[in-house]
Nanobody, 117 residues
Framework: QVQLVESGGGLVQTGGSLQLSCAAS????????MAWYRQAPGKQRELVAN???????YYTDSVKGRFTISRDNAKNTLYLPMNSLKPGDTAVYYC???????????WGQGTQVTVSS
């Protein structure tokens, strides 16, 4: 079955860095677009970054220049190194697999990122 397991979250001060990882299994990882979403308490889940199967990337404006989405297809792993973190980045970060032809959405359990001021 499809599994997405995030790791790397934690508590960091403003201006600090973290790297999130998402270990994927149960599907041909290299063929699917992947994304990072985040959700702060009481707020809508929002797209942070997306990477296509061919490596094309997209970032929401608030993280451009600070976050970098990447993938290692040999390791079936998605990454999100985050630099210059701000309190507004505080959220649970989720790994997401594109639907492709599936009717289902696949999400990881999330990893908490907390940025203190």
């Amino acid at each position: 079955q499809v599994q997405l397991v995030e790791s790397g979250g934690g508590l960091v001060q403003t201006g600090g860095s973290l790297q999130l990882s998402c270990a994927a299994s149960g599907f041909p990882f290299r063929l699917y677009a992947m994304a990072w979403y985040r959700q702060a308490p009481g707020k809508q889940r929002e797209l942070v970054a997306n990477i296509g199967s061919g490596g094309t990337t997209y970032y929401t404006d608030s993280v451009k220049g600070r976050f970098t989405i990447s993938r290692d297809n040999a390791k079936n792993t998605l990454y999100l190194p985050m630099n210059s973190l701000k309190p507004g980045d505080t959220a649970v970060y989720y790994c997401y697999r594109a639907r492709g032809s599936s009717v289902l959405d696949y999400w990881g359990q999330g990893t908490q990122v907390t940025v203190s001021s």
